[in-house]
């Protein structure tokens, strides 16, 4: 597969918590930028309830952790426009969804991008905040009369079949439910890291150390190269309205 990153375009890339955008899109990103390309990342909340030690780790706390760790991390992918939406972690499937799309809506309005990157249906782990938020995002961009192309994460099959008990033993996963695996040929995109563009990624992810200690607890820095040296999309319907858009 050929990978065309200036064929994106201006690019934002919306998610629920910081380190989602890292893990998913960071290399994407990274090859964005270095490319000249404007690159504008949303963060949704904080992940201020990111931790599965709340007595240590307080909300106000992890926020503050949080929000340094994303700056340190977008410094290094070369992202320097960073927006933050300012929900609280863990509501989102409960926010009156006009309330989400439209503070989406408002950062598409101003962006103006040619492509949105974000989650799918599944949420990837079929996290609530993870899901809540790709809805908003084709609900926001369903207002416009040009809408921005939307590629969402998807689990590829040949990274599946390699890593399916790692990601079960890191117990990312918020269901019964999984992921269906795509194959490569199904893709609309695949990035596969060089060497130095996995350095960066790395980097940026051990930025975020309060949510990368948990997966190095499970496998190795080099299994979690390996997993996270591909990123891989798939292309979202996006229907224009008929009247009444923005653009």
Avoid: N
Wanted: with cysteine; proline share 6%.
């Amino acid at each position: 597969m050929t990978v065309d990153i200036a064929g994106l375009g201006r690019i934002l890339s919306v998610w629920a918590h910081p380190d989602d955008e890292t893990f998913l899109a960071g290399g994407v990103m990274a090859a964005a930028r270095q490319l000249g390309q404007d690159v504008v990342c949303v963060s949704a909340t904080d992940g201020e309830h990111g931790t599965d030690d709340p007595a240590a780790w307080p909300p106000e706390r992890l926020g503050r952790l949080r929000r340094w760790e994303a700056t340190a991390a977008m410094s290094i992918l070369g992202v320097d426009d960073h927006r933050w939406l300012g929900f609280e972690d863990g509501t989102l499937d409960g926010i009156d969804p006009r309330a989400g799309c439209e503070a989406i809506a408002v950062v598409i309005d101003e962006v103006r991008p040619d492509t949105v990157l974000t989650f799918g249906p599944d949420g990837m782990t079929y996290h609530p905040d993870h899901i809540a938020v790709g809805q908003w995002v084709l609900a926001a961009c369903d207002r416009f009369a040009a809408p921005p192309r939307v590629l969402t994460a998807a689990l590829d099959a040949d990274r599946h079949r390699r890593f399916r008990e790692r990601l079960e033993t890191w117990s990312i996963y918020m269901t019964d439910e999984r992921p269906t695996p795509v194959e490569r040929d199904a893709l609309a995109l695949q990035l596969d890291l060089d060497d130095e563009a996995l350095d960066r990624k790395m980097a940026a992810l051990h930025a975020m150390h309060s949510q990368v200690t948990p997966a190095l607890a499970v496998m190795s820095a080099l299994e979690l190269r390996s997993l996270y040296g591909h990123e891989s999309f798939v292309a979202a319907d996006v229907v224009a309205p008929s009247s009444g858009a923005r653009r």
